[in-house]
């Protein structure tokens, strides 16, 4: 069993910057970033590979964040520079052993999300 949780998420301005990190007892799985907003069903934001280090970011994302890992730490960082309020969503960690990133299904375990405002 794998325990995620999140923090540093917050209210912020639009093209401010906002750091996210998801504490894991183990970050030998891959790692994603989700998202949701109110009315929406939980979307793909960014993930990256334990065993390689690959990342993978979602079209509305790309450029703008950036997903890192720290192993000595097992925390997972999400980057987030240019926000725009539609980025207004509850974040949430996830790991698990996904072959396919970007699908909810792949992904086992979930920390609690941590709500991200963007104000315009």
């Known amino acids: 069993h794998v325990q995620l949780v999140e923090s540093g998420g917050g209210l912020v301005r639009a093209v401010d910057s906002l750091r996210l990190s998801c504490a894991a007892s183990?970050?030998?799985?891959?790692m994603g970033w989700f998202r949701q907003a109110p009315g929406m069903e939980r979307e793909f934001v960014a993930a990256i590979r334990w065993s390689n280090g690959i990342t993978y970011y979602a079209d509305s994302v790309k450029g703008r964040f950036t997903i890192s890992r720290d192993d000595a730490k097992n925390t997972v960082y999400l980057q987030m520079n240019s926000l725009k309020p539609e980025d207004t969503a509850v974040y949430y960690c996830?790991?698990?052993?996904?072959?396919?990133?970007?699908?909810?299904?792949?992904?086992?375990?979930w920390g609690q999300g941590t709500q991200v405002t963007v104000s315009s």
């Open positions: 183990s970050l030998t799985f891959t």
């Open positions: 996830a790991a698990g052993e996904a072959v396919v990133v970007t699908s909810t299904a792949n992904y086992d375990y």
